[in-house]
């Protein structure tokens, strides 16, 4: 062997020695032969390493855009919140204000209808409600409304102006005519005054209540009812006729007099409802019990005056306790009949004969009060 074949022999026992390349994968336990595809000296490719800052980067993006969404909607229903509020506390204040009117109202037609009224104590009720009402104008222009409410708020306002307007005048009028000897005159400029009353009603609802209501579905603003307020709840005290009466009434009692005329009334009916059947002093009547009840009594004016504050009261024994109800009638005309209605359900004594008692009280003179007390035997079940 030369001295070259020894180098050559050298060399490639070394060469066996060398570590593999990096490119030379390690080697594989037994399995089948993995494809590596063609063999280079280039560099292999490995997963970026900036894949990971980017999905933490977008989800709190998606973080951000919810916290933002969110609080959007938050800030939206807070803000919401507060315009129903504020448009139902407005609601609630002048209700307060409307309904304090409308008792007003009904103390006006109470002092209208009390027996024995003499002028000078209508004369210093009538400047009382005149000052309450004004009053009541004043704290409703002090009340502020939301602003689409504000023309209707105006037209509440407009409607308590009417009523001071009505009472002051109505005051005037009876101060007027107390000299007067023509009742018939003196209804007629009592009536022109009570028209202010009438119309404060109507101002009221077609002015204020109606439109407010229409701006609240505007608004989208649910679940609140504007108030009303009626001032005068019947024209029974209203009309030239009965101011009239009413007139002639107050001015004989301010003369210190007896009442004059024939003073009288009288049951005229009583009949059960909801069936309508009428009801006998003389013959037994079985009523059907349902929870809607009631008797209905009709009360007449027998004489030729006009009577006020007509007291009716319907009585059913019942062991342990009897009902007792009474109703009141605030004015009727001479040979009017006016009803009232009590409400009983199911609360009577069952399958045995009682008498339902009716019983109207005596009106100032009156001297015959034979037909103010009448029986009606009945009884009572569950069907027919």
């Not at 009232?340 to 008692?357: D, H, N, R, Y």
């Not at 009106?363 to 009606?376: D, F, K, M, P, R």
Request: aromatic share 6%.
């Amino acid at each position: 062997m030369t001295t070259r074949d020894e180098d050559i022999l050298d060399f490639d026992f070394f060469g066996e020695e060398e570590p593999p390349s990096w490119e030379d994968p390690p080697e594989r336990g037994p399995g089948p032969p993995r494809d590596r595809g063609p063999r280079g000296r280039g560099p292999r490719f490995r997963s970026p390493g900036n894949l990971t800052p980017l999905v933490r980067l977008v989800g709190l993006i998606a973080l951000a855009i919810l916290i933002v969404v969110l609080l959007a909607v938050w800030v939206e229903g807070c803000s919401s919140d507060r315009k129903t509020e504020r448009y139902r506390d407005y609601a609630t204040e002048i209700g307060a204000i409307g309904n304090a009117s409308a008792r007003l109202g009904q103390q006006l037609s109470t002092t209208l209808t009390t027996p024995g009224l003499k002028l000078e104590d209508l004369d210093a009720k009538l400047g009382g409600f005149a000052q309450t009402a004004e009053n009541q104008v004043q704290l409703a222009g002090d009340l502020g409304s939301p602003g689409p409410l504000h023309d209707a708020h105006e037209g509440a306002v407009e409607a308590l102006r009417f009523r001071v307007n009505g009472l002051r005048g109505l005051q005037t009028a009876f101060q007027e005519t107390a000299d007067s000897t023509d009742a018939t005159v003196a209804g007629q400029e009592l009536s022109a005054q009570t028209r202010r009353l009438l119309a404060s009603d109507v101002v009221w609802e077609d002015s204020f209540r109606v439109p407010a209501q229409t701006a609240l579905e505007s608004e989208e603003v649910e679940g609140i009812e504007m108030p009303t307020s009626e001032f005068v709840a019947a024209d029974e005290v209203t009309t030239p006729g009965a101011l009239a009466a009413i007139w002639q009434r107050i001015q004989g009692a301010s003369d210190g007099g007896t009442p004059s005329g024939l003073h009288g009334s009288g049951i005229s009916y009583v009949k059960a409802l909801p069936s309508g059947q009428l009801l006998s002093t003389t013959t037994e009547a079985t009523i059907l019990v349902t929870d809607e009840l009631a008797f209905e009594v009709g009360v007449e004016d027998t004489g030729d005056s006009q009577e006020v504050r007509l007291v009716v009261t319907l009585t059913i024994p019942k062991d342990p306790d009897p009902i007792v109800q009474t109703k009141t009638i605030p004015l009727i005309d001479p040979g009017e009949t006016k009803a009232v209605t009590f409400q009983i359900g199911t609360l009577v004594p069952f399958g045995e004969q009682i008498a339902v008692k009716i019983d109207v009280d005596p009106v100032q003179g009156e001297t015959n009060t034979q037909n103010n007390t009448a029986e009606y035997p009945v009884i009572f079940s569950l069907s027919l």
